[in-house]
């Protein structure tokens, strides 16, 4: 397939990868010159991770890979290749606005054929093909990150997707090598839906001061068999894309156990964004061996605590 996806970030790049070291060929974009100039070498690199990681002992593989990617910094030029691509993929950051402006720009300059996927982890794609204007040719296809190494991918419908855009998707997700599984179009579809108010609550305790960094991750790796812990899975996640995705939730459903800890805006506030940042839940000054912060600082405490404290 010949792909086109918009936005190179972390989860642009992980899909870019995705596609290509799949073989399919993908043309890309991203309005900051600066982090789409770093794709390709991105991508390969994270192809050869992948590699190390699955045992896949291809020569050539990563170099391969990064042979399949194309990077266009004009928008103009990125739009003519797009109309010769069965698939536009947008990855763009969860800003509802921000993606219906793009795509009410870009995807009417396409053939009618073009497939529409978004990557959101919790927006409406009835919102998102109506900006687009091809409603039956539009789905979600929602990656974890990151996108090589996790299988998974939420396939969510929208209410005029036609079914054989649902079986071109899966079967097209299935040729790349991922494990598609059908998801309801309701805020945070399954896997958010389920993981954003855990999250949220893991804070709240945080912020009690009920628990610590280390020993929550500890209970779920060692009791749930979580990989990494709800805190450690956060800095990976980024507080402020947590942030945005558990207020775009509440703002679509209303529901109180989706509105954010002060702790996490505050951390927002102060940089503390995660491994990226080199600072959040853990202290990643060595990426090898992240340390547990102590963010009893932020702890706010309970309200009969802080009642009791005016008496």
Sequence with gaps: MKIAI??????????????????????????????LAGTVKACIDLAEKTAKRFKITEADFAAATGRRITTYSDKAAFVAAAGGCDVFLEVIFEDMQLKRRVLGELLPQLPEQVMFWSNTSSLDIDKLADAGGRPERS????????????????????????????????RALLAMNKAPFLAPNIPGFWVNRLLVPMALDAVRLLEQGRIRVEDGDVGLNTSLGHPQGVFKLLDFVSTPTMLRVALEMLL??????????????????????????????YDWSDPRRPAPRDLSH??????EQMTAALK
């Design 298 to 303: 932020y702890v706010v405490g309970t309200a």
């Design 139 to 170: 789905i979600i296809t929602h990656g974890f990150n990151p996108v090589p190494m996790m299988a998974g991918v939420e396939v969510v419908p929208g209410a005029g997707t036609s079914p054989e855009t649902v079986e071109f998707t899966r």
């Design 252 to 281: 679509a459903s209303n529901d109180p156990r989706l509105y954010p800890p002060q702790l996490l805006v505050r951390m927002v506030r102060n940089g503390e964004y995660g491994a990226g940042s080199g600072k959040g839940f």
């Design 6 to 35: 918009i936005g190179t970030g972390v989860m642009g790049r992980g899909w870019i990868t995705q596609c290509a070291m799949t073989g399919n060929e993908v043309h890309c974009h991203d309005a900051n010159p600066d982090i």
